[in-house]
């Protein structure tokens, strides 16, 4: 029998580790699954025997699906630093090693570009040749355009894209490539399907839309005023009061004890819904948000949609995004349980493995502060005197709290327009006494000592997919990402791939609560920094994360 670190205990709850004559799927999981754990424990990890075990389920996963031994959409819910994309880099390095057995190949699929381009040249460091490897975005390359870190400017990608997308046995791309595409673009290779999708983070499978009738009747009441002396406008008008009647109706029928109601739009050909849409453009006032929420009101009138009333009144469609064709996944999500709207998906299903389970990881020394105050954008980043005191709040905790050779990172929101949060925020910092130059010692998994940013102010969207700020023991969440009720009802609806399913307020409820805590990145934030490079016998290192909320 092959001796692997830690297994001595768990032989008896996997038979075939003692088998003679593994199969072909079993082969390749024990390989990758050897090579997984030695690269775990060579990072500093000490790992317990359920986590070998649950680490060696995921192998086999991965196995049966790529050899064509099982189909599906399956979530496999590791927590964060538990050797998930590690389990994804070992598990191609072994099918290179084994030559691809029965031509197997592989599409990853992870949020951001440059975690892709990581995740490449990691493949390459373990043995894997670059024309096995494709890697698909639209950033520019250019070896010169880095920061003074040598991270990629804003558009550009520290790899260039690769050709031929089809001629990689290994595919990288992004979540969004994928979503809306057409199969052959990505799901291909040597003219077959391939063997194996890996999707990193949440497998959310529809895109949604949503608008408040409120809005919809002032704002076609405000554009006929607008426009009442314009004739070609008129047609425009009627059309659009045709379909706020229509949607009111529906309103008070759902309100006098119906259920939700399905409404079919007057149906306007594509030319018409073009013209229309270019007079709406062309005509009335630009100020606010009125002509992008009728022109929405054309394009989802293309299909029935969905009256609403809970919490808010309004219409609510979606559209499938991810091709149900795609039917050898796995999900690797660490949020799975925390997050009641992925788990309605009826196409996942959770890993038949009594070893991935919740509570495989504890956070005993995760300590989490909050801040109670005001917590949305115009609060955190767009009033300058709520900017300068959640900024001098910021400064005080770090200043008093938070020893000088100890990383921090800040997240808050992206610019919009003239707008930039970061660049006030930092100002604010600097006045308040924080030092944004001070670098510090880290050690990296290799031994070697690396010099770092002691204070690291970011936005929502990076604390997703990639580890650069990994060695931060404090976090700050400053304001917190919400989204309506409305946008949620939609999004539940689309997620169960029904737009007459059932929606209880239990339910919609528990969707509020926890994708508030997934909007607020706890599962990828709070959980992800500093925990990520080392587990000691289920156990994270030491994480302060704060939020405003």
Known sequence: MEVIPNMTSITRTIPWLESAHPNQ?????????????E???GYGNVLNDDHIAALLDVNQLYANLALGERQGRWAVPLDTGMGKTQSVLAFCAT?????FPNDTSVLICQSKVEAL???????LGLGVPEEAVGLMHNYKYDHEAVDNLGRPLDGYASLPSTDNPSGHQILLVT???????????????NGKPR???????????????FLLLKDLRADTASWGVHVEDHSNCQPVHMYLNDCVGRLQAALEKAKNGNPDVIVELLLL???????????????GPDEGLAKVRLAQLLDMAKTPVRVVHSRDEGIVQYTTTVPPELDRVVVLDASWYIRKLERLDSSITVIDSPHVKAGLKRYDDVVVHQ????????????????????AREVAEVIQRDIPQDQGVVIFTFKARSKDDPVARFRQDLERAGVDLEAMIDVVDCGGQVQQRPRINVLTWGMHEGLNDYSYCQNVFLVGVLRQRAINLMASTIGQMNDLTAAVSDSDLNEVITTEQWAAAGFDDTLLRWMMKLEVANGHEKEVQPRVQA
Do not use: M
């Not at 979540?175 to 291909?188: A, E, K, S, T, W």
């Not at 890996?198 to 895109?207: G, M």
């Open 117 to 123: 381009c990581d995740l490449k040249r990691q493949l």
């Open 195 to 209: 063997s194996l999708c890996i999707w990193d983070e949440s497998l959310i499978a529809s895109d949604v839309q």
């Open 371 to 390: 801040l109670f105050a005001n917590s949305g954008r115009t609060s955190v980043a767009k009033e300058a005197k709520a900017v300068a005191w959640t």
């Open 25 to 37: 799927a079993e082969s390749i999981a024990r390989s990758a699954h050897r090579l997984l754990v």
């Open 39 to 41: 690269k775990l424990i």
């Open 269 to 283: 050909s594509e030319d018409e819904r073009k013209v229309y849409s270019d007079i709406i453009r062309t005509h």
């Open 95 to 99: 099918l290179h090693r084994s030559g």
């Open 175 to 189: 979540h969004q490539r994928i979503r809306g595409q057409r199969l052959d673009q990505f799901n291909v290779f």
